[in-house]
């Protein structure tokens, strides 16, 4: 695969753990998804004056993964509610790049060569061994671990759509841009309804995290699907989901989290994953 591909959608991976470093940092992990969701909105809609709306023909692209994000969403925010962030999330980001490489392999038919498939599942595997490490020195019980595969699942699905959405209109922008703003209109409405002092909190209070997560988040998924447009769908997944390891990495520099030998283990393996992918 290009160089410059690769290094796009880790730079995308990087953004992707930057905006989750700030929800790791919310005391309510609600408010911090629901912050992150609102904020995109508005460059949604700057991007889409600049490029319209995207074709016709992906206008059931764009109402899948408008449901699918929301599914995710809804999951995730379970799951961090009975579960630890540094369990849920390696798990749920880990398994998506193997049900996206069986998906386009089976499927898709897509042309992934022997080193981009092992490089893939060395990253997977790599992701969730992260979140398995975590597990022996937290509370988290089964329930959580069995949202965050869900959670995977709808991560794995609405990839492959927005992958697939974007491909079909040819540009990243008016795509996600429209998926965007129907997923926030989901999130909110259900928001709204279940937790409606969480979503007056957000609009108060967080104005920040959702300029910040919100425009952070937004650019390192648009990266993400342009590179769909030129690179197999389960390469750019596995690549994208090493934002774990660059999670990893902030927990321990910034709030002095420990450096164990398995998360070093982890770090060899998903730079040999990106390797092999580079190889490929």
Not at 62 to 84: E, K, N, Q
Not at 140 to 159: E, K, N, Q
Not at 192 to 207: G, P, Y
Not at 234 to 244: C, G, I, K, N, W
Request: include cysteine; aromatic fraction near 12%.
């Amino acid at each position: 695969m290009e160089s410059v591909i690769i290094i796009a959608v880790l730079a995308a991976a990087v953004f992707h753990a930057s905006w989750n470093f700030l929800v790791k940092n919310t005391e309510e992990k609600s408010v911090a998804i629901l912050a992150v969701t609102l904020g995109q909105v508005p460059f949604s809609i700057l991007g889409l004056a600049f490029t319209g709306l995207p074709p016709t023909e992906t206008f059931g692209y764009v109402f899948a993964s408008g449901f699918l994000h929301t599914g995710y969403m809804i999951f995730l925010l379970h799951a961090y509610r009975l579960g630890d962030l540094s369990v849920v999330y390696p798990i749920a980001r880990g398994l998506s790049p193997i049900i996206l490489t069986a998906i386009t392999l089976i499927f898709l038919q897509e042309a992934l060569s022997m080193p981009e498939v092992y490089g893939i599942l060395l990253i997977a595997a790599a992701i969730m061994s992260i979140g398995m490490a975590q597990i022996k020195t937290s509370q988290t019980g089964l329930m959580p671990i069995l949202l965050a595969m869900v959670t995977g699942c709808f991560i794995a699905a609405y990839s492959m759509v927005d992958a697939l959405g974007t491909r079909l209109g040819g540009n990243a922008f008016s795509f996600f841009g429209s998926v965007a703003i129907l997923s926030a209109i989901f999130v909110s409405a259900y928001i709204v309804v279940s937790q409606r002092e969480t979503f007056k909190v957000v609009l108060i209070s967080h104005k920040l995290l959702m300029s910040v997560g919100g425009g952070i988040s937004y650019f390192a998924y648009i990266i993400v699907l342009w590179a769909c447009l030129y690179a197999p769908i389960s390469v750019v997944s596995s690549l994208r989901e090493t934002s774990v390891f660059f999670a990893v990495i902030f927990g321990v520099l910034l709030l002095g989290e420990k450096l164990t030998i398995s998360k070093i283990l982890s770090s060899i393996l998903i730079v040999l994953g990106i390797a092999l992918t580079r190889i490929g």
